[in-house]
């Protein structure tokens, strides 16, 4: 009766007894122990490859880049003052002089500002910020017109071409000839001697069109120096010749008489004149057609009669050259060889 009531009570707890020991034996071998396992290498979780970023308009070289973040500046060679101007640096040549109100030149080395001796700096100050959309106008301007000028310098040797009065002309160096003395000389050579139907594979010339071509008595050899010299000293014939001749036809027309010519070789100037009716040219004029060379002429023969540049001056300007506006945007906008 006891045994039943003990086996009940253990299906009711769902308990095994305990294993009944081992009766002690021979001594057992102890069994080797098992080399552990390497862990099991844990799953790694899919990753999704993500292509690369596709990359839409040109790349800026690094120098390109370097200047698009750095600060933008204007520095004149002789700057003595500087100042920014709508985030911008700008250091000008200051100079004192005898004109009676303060005066502003942007040219190609950048700002020039002058000045009365008496006027303040602080009022110099005050001029140059609200003239700070001017200058920074004028002075991008001028940068730009460098930049086309350096990208247009002529690169001197044989073959090389060159604009004289708006008209491109190939520079061909021929020993054979002396040119009685005066060292080149331009000639037209017709484009027929080309193949028929083809352009010219040095210059692109089609046939029927005809070419300039200045013949320069040099060496083969000839030095770049030597041609520019050559070439230089040819136009600079040229650029008397056509300026002699445009000062005596426009002069009668404005009632002036002029008395001297002088080549001026200025940077930036093309022209000026004086009281006693000399005039000062500049010969790189030759490169341009000579519609803006009469626009020059005709602007420094009416300082003759008005010394300055008030509407009496322009209304002289436009009774003989009536485009005069349009042409001077030429004269600022069209880039000129870098000597």
Do not use: C
């Amino acid at each position: 009766m006891m045994q039943r009531l003990l086996q009940f009570t253990l299906d009711l707890f769902d308990t095994a007894p305990a294993p009944p020991p081992k009766a002690a034996g021979p001594k057992a071998r102890k069994p080797k122990p098992k080399r552990p396992e390497p862990p099991a290498a844990r799953p790694q979780p899919a990753v999704e490859k993500i292509a690369e970023a596709e990359f839409i308009g040109p790349q800026l070289p690094a120098q390109t880049l370097q200047q698009a973040l750095a600060p933008a500046t204007f520095r004149h060679p002789r700057a003595t003052r500087e100042t920014v101007l709508d985030g911008i640096l700008v250091a000008y040549e200051f100079r004192r002089s005898k004109r009676k109100t303060i005066g502003f030149s942007a040219g190609a080395d950048g700002l020039t500002v002058s000045a009365p001796k008496w006027v303040p700096l602080y009022e110099i100050d005050k001029a140059v910020l609200e003239k700070s959309a001017w200058i920074l106008a004028k002075l991008q301007e001028t940068r730009e017109r460098h930049e086309r000028m350096e990208s247009a310098r002529i690169d001197w040797k044989d073959g090389t071409t060159l604009p004289f009065l708006g008209e491109q002309v190939i520079v061909v160096i021929d020993p054979r000839h002396a040119f009685g003395g005066v060292g080149a000389e331009l000639k037209t050579r017709a484009a027929e001697v080309l193949l028929q139907g083809q352009a010219d594979a040095d210059t692109g010339t089609l046939p029927g069109v005809a070419q300039l071509t200045l013949h320069v008595g040099l060496p083969q050899n000839a030095s770049p120096e030597q041609i520019r010299d050559a070439v230089q000293a040819w136009l600079m014939r040229q650029a008397k010749r056509v300026f002699i001749e445009r000062l005596n036809h426009f002069a009668p027309q404005l009632g002036v008489t002029w008395q001297k010519l002088s080549l001026s070789s200025a940077g930036t100037r093309w022209g000026s004149a004086s009281a006693d009716g000399s005039i000062r040219l500049n010969w790189r004029l030759i490169h341009f057609k000579q519609s803006v060379i009469d626009y020059v002429v005709v602007h420094e023969l009416s300082h003759l009669r008005v010394m300055d540049h008030s509407p009496r001056f322009w209304d002289t300007v436009r009774t003989v050259v009536p485009d005069y506006a349009e042409l001077r945007g030429q004269l600022k906008d069209e880039a000129i060889p870098r000597w």
